[in-house]
Nanobody, 127 residues
Framework: HVQLVESGGGSVQAGGSLRLSCAVS????????VGWFRQAPGKEREGVAA????????YYVDSVKGRFTISQDNAENAVYLQLNSLEPEDTAMYYC?????????????????????WGQGTQVTVS
């Protein structure tokens, strides 16, 4: 059973930083794609960043390039999302998700419908 657990959310002022963590159970070193998504009230869930855990390729939505960084720690079975220079528009519930490819085989890794396994989310509030 694949489980993902997010942590690290909180409330910060604009310009601040947070580091989100996604703990992945049954983690395998081979082809796996882990993505971070966010959903603000009344809005669609959007892809923010993704990483191929085998090859280390990273992907970002344009609105977060240069501010957010996705990384992985295979020894800890975890994927992280560093959020810097936060803006009120970044306020949302943040989710991590996993699919079993190298972030290329199933199409763009920022498409939510391509993921089967999801965590419960962690709230980020920027004021």
């Amino acid at each position: 059973h694949v489980q993902l657990v997010e942590s690290g959310g909180g409330s910060v002022q604009a310009g601040g930083s947070l580091r989100l963590s996604c703990a992945v159970s049954r983690y395998t070193y081979s082809s796996s794609c882990v993505g971070w998504f966010r959903q603000a009230p009344g809005k669609e869930r959007e892809g923010v960043a993704a990483v191929s855990t085998g090859g280390g390729r990273t992907y970002y939505v344009d609105s977060v390039k240069g501010r957010f960084t996705i990384s992985q720690d295979n020894a800890e079975n975890a994927v992280y999302l560093q959020l810097n220079s936060l803006e009120p528009e970044d306020t949302a519930m943040y989710y991590c998700a996993r699919r079993f490819d190298d972030c290329r085989g199933l199409g763009t890794p920022l498409r939510k419908n391509s993921y089967k396994y999801w965590g419960q989310g962690t709230q980020v509030t920027v004021s």
